[in-house]
C-alpha cells in the first residue's frame, strides 16, 4: 500500500507537523465522515448541498436519513451505524449519536465517534 497521508480532524499540530491519516483506512473515513457531520447545509459557499440538515432543535428520536444520505453522497467508500444515545444527565436535552464507521473489505476494525 502506498503511504499517502491526509489531515486529520480536528486539525491539530505537533512538532512534527499536522496530525495526518493514512488513505484507504477506516481512520480516513472516519475523518471524512466527521467533516461531512461538522457542516450544515448551506454553510459552504462553493458547495452549499455538502452537510447535513442542521441538527438544532431536532425532536428525539432523531430523523438520521439526510445523515445517511449525506454520507451515501460524499463518501460512499463508508458504511455508518448510527446510534443514538440515552440523555445526558447532565444536559438532557441534548441528544447524542454514536457513528460507527467501517470499510467494506478493509481489514482494518470499525471506528466510532460520539457528536
Same mark, same amino acid.
Given at each position: =500500500?502506498? *503511504?499517502?497521508?491526509?489531515? %486529520?480532524?480536528?486539525?491539530? $499540530? ?5 496530525? %495526518? ?12 465522515? #466527521?467533516?461531512?457531520?461538522?457542516? +450544515?447545509?448551506?454553510? !459552504?459557499?462553493? %458547495?452549499?448541498?455538502?452537510?447535513? +440538515? ?6 428525539? +428520536? ?5 445523515? $445517511? ?7 460512499? !467508500? ?15 436535552? %441534548?441528544?447524542? *449519536?454514536?457513528?460507527?464507521? #467501517?470499510? +467494506? ?5 470499525? =471506528?466510532?465517534?460520539?457528536?
Amino acid at each position: =500500500m502506498d *503511504v499517502v497521508s491526509h489531515l %486529520a480532524w480536528p486539525l491539530r $499540530y505537533s512538532r512534527n507537523g499536522y496530525a %495526518a491519516v493514512q488513505q484507504d483506512t477506516v481512520a480516513e473515513l472516519s475523518v471524512n465522515v #466527521a467533516v461531512i457531520c461538522s457542516f +450544515p447545509l448551506d454553510f !459552504r459557499d462553493e %458547495a452549499p448541498e455538502f452537510g447535513i +440538515p442542521d441538527p438544532d432543535f431536532q425532536q428525539r +428520536p432523531l430523523d438520521l436519513t439526510s445523515l $445517511y444520505a449525506a454520507v451515501d453522497a460524499y463518501e460512499p !467508500r463508508a458504511r455508518v451505524n448510527v446510534h443514538e444515545l440515552p440523555f445526558d444527565p447532565v444536559d438532557p436535552t %441534548a441528544a447524542r *449519536v454514536r457513528l460507527e464507521v #467501517a470499510m +467494506p473489505g478493509g481489514e482494518d476494525e470499525p =471506528m466510532s465517534t460520539e457528536v
